[in-house]
């Protein structure tokens, strides 16, 4: 393999691992609060991509007002959510809200084949996103830059958000014993709340940044995404800002390198990530910066 | 009192159900329509129930010995899904017991069909289904179309002859029987045709639903090919010509009849402009006196230009029509014997006379894409 290909497969693994990245911090944010898997994550994303597509080709407008509005809408829907089906079952068994959780997933995607149709859409990328750079022999699309910016910035905001400021706080109060923060006077509801707003945002920007990478909108489009960054989230270490983020360049990295060095297994490179997971859960359950957690009884 | 009443009703709800469930005889024949309505084939799907809906709508009844029944569309979402397929067919044999199933968009699909309906000996047409396994070895499957050692020699020809093409990448879908199979004829008839068995310098796969496939065409780029034949889902395929682009990679992108999907064209925008592909019918080049009657009407109803597979869906519909007056009755075996002696039908999309294996053989179309639209380029005959 020559240089210039080697340099080509690492701008593609990184324009890839960024965009999981970017996802799975959303899923790690909820479960470091509420220890909820949220599955409905990959639907929210969906949901995300397809109010931006509208904003832009309904209501025709400018492609950055669409992403904030729809970025704005979802987070709101993704509050509406957890105060419908998870907030009712946070006294219950956690596999109670689990199973909640796969059902808003199918809902969602059924209401996305009712309501938008099953046949894919084309999305209308904006002419500055989509314009290809060349640096030497190595080639990319001006989006796959971007991505890795706001991955990168949306982690540090994250972490000052958590680490330092009140909410924050409140936010690593609620993920230690809920019971013990609302005796401390700590609004519950409020931190959940802004907590499903911020997984749900990051969601909805993740899937509008999706859409403008791989034009190609379907009600469905949210389930591979949302797995893969599951195992990203998982291999990163679950409830690890940090470790979403470095989980998924791993799971960019290593499908980019699967096909790039064994062409022949190149259709299979879905399952290798699957198998990444369970090797993952076999040999270190807690993921590469995941904190072992001391079961409560 | 009240509850005298509510039982009254109840008593007379449940007569009322009785009543109509009473006469065991059918009043229709029911067409099944296999099809993906939603997931990554949906866009296909769509095109051939289109041209179903309007062979219903212009033939709505069926002469069976001398009874009018009316033909009733009973469609089942297959969702693109090999085990979904299995399941809705299935549906439509054991459940909605339907007396013909037409479709489904996708070899894998049909395939996955296959031994539902001929353990139920019901008869099913294929439309636009090309893989030749699909009717091999099963007596009840028939297509209007023709199959892929054909159209894969047709577009190795082009490469060869007129793109004067020496070496070429393969990208296949590889859970896709429909690519694989196409691109295995291809491949024949390319090493065949150039006389050189390393013409082929490799064969990239991947998946149904992938989005990403810059590792793939990286590797492309290091081949330098001629050519590249990409058979595929729509979606994909367009996806892969787009990052293509991206990558620097200006070789000429050639597939199959799948391509012929404004999907495809959404999807793809200007990457897709100029690439080539076969077909099974061309507006353009009406064939027979069926064809003109179904592009006036096509173009009335939905004022575009319909594709390829939304003329076979037409023809599957007034072929299965037109074997059960042949028969004169409702029986399994006597349609299947009926459609299996369709000889010289004129169809939409060419003149229809099914050989021993059930398979229509018909002329291939290639066609471009030229400002955004699918555009006829030539007639290649079997």
Known sequence: MTLSLLLQHIVNALSLGSLYALIAIGYTMVYGILRLINFAHGDVFMLGAYVAFYGITLVSLPWWAALLIAIVLTAMFGIGLERVAYKPLRDSPRISIMISAIGASFLLESLGVLIFGGRPKGVPVPEVLSRVIRIGPVSTVVISLIIPLFTFGLLAVLVYIVNRTKTGMAMRAVSTDIEASRLMAVDVNRIVSFTFGIGSLLAAFGGIMWSFKYPQLNPLMGVMPGLKCFIAAVIGGIGSIGGAVLGGFLLGGIEIMIVAFLPTLSGYRDAFAFVLLIVVLLVKPTGLLGKRQTEKV | ?382
Do not use: H
């Open chain 2, 1 to 382: 009192m009240k509850k005298a009443v509510g039982f009254a009703l109840l008593a007379a709800a449940l007569a009322a159900l009785v009543l109509a469930c009473g006469p065991a005889a059918p009043k229709t024949v029911k067409f099944g329509v296999f099809e993906p309505l939603t997931g990554a084939n949906a866009g296909g799907g769509a095109l051939e129930v289109e041209g179903i809906k309007l062979a219903n709508e212009l033939y709505p009844t069926v002469k069976v010995g001398d009874k009018e029944y009316k033909i009733e569309l009973v469609l089942a979402d297959n969702k693109s899904d090999k085990v979904e397929a299995a399941n809705a067919a299935q549906r439509l044999v054991d459940k909605d017991k339907v007396n013909v199933v037409l479709g489904s968009w996708g070899s894998s699909l049909s395939m996955a069909a296959g031994p539902i309906v001929k353990n139920a000996k019901v008869s099913a047409i294929g439309l636009s289904c090309t893989n030749p396994l699909v009717t091999k070895g099963n007596e009840y499957y028939f297509r209007v179309c023709f199959i892929d050692p054909f159209q894969g020699t047709v577009m190795a020809n082009y490469a060869v002859k007129n793109l004067g093409a020496k070496k070429a990448v393969i990208i296949r879908e590889v859970s896709n029987d429909y690519s694989v199979g196409l691109a295995k004829f291809f491949v024949d008839s390319f090493k065949q045709l150039t006389g050189d068995e390393n013409s082929i310098l490799a064969e990239l796969n991947y998946n149904t639903g992938d989005t990403d496939f810059s590792a793939q065409l990286t590797e492309v780029k290091k081949f330098k090919p001629d050519v590249i034949f990409a058979p595929g889902n729509y979606t994909e395929s367009a996806l892969i010509i787009k990052q293509a682009k991206e990558l620097g990679i200006n070789v000429p992108f050639l597939g199959g009849d799948t391509w012929e999907t404004p999907e495809f064209i959404d999807v793809g925008k200007q990457a897709v402009e100029g690439v080539v592909f076969s077909t099974f019918f061309a507006t353009e080049v009406p064939i027979t006196e069926t064809s003109k009657v179904f592009l006036d009407e096509y173009r009335k109803k939905y004022n575009k230009e319909p594709a390829a597979v939304t003329a076979l869906g037409f023809d599957g519909y007034l072929v299965a029509r037109d074997a059960i007056q042949r028969a004169g009755s409702l029986d399994k075996d006597k349609i299947r014997e009926a459609i299996a002696a369709t000889k010289d039908f004129p169809g939409a999309a060419g003149m229809i006379t099914l050989n021993e294996d059930g398979d229509a053989v018909k002329s291939a179309v290639i066609k471009t894409i030229k400002n955004g639209q699918f555009t006829y380029m030539a007639t290649v005959e079997p």
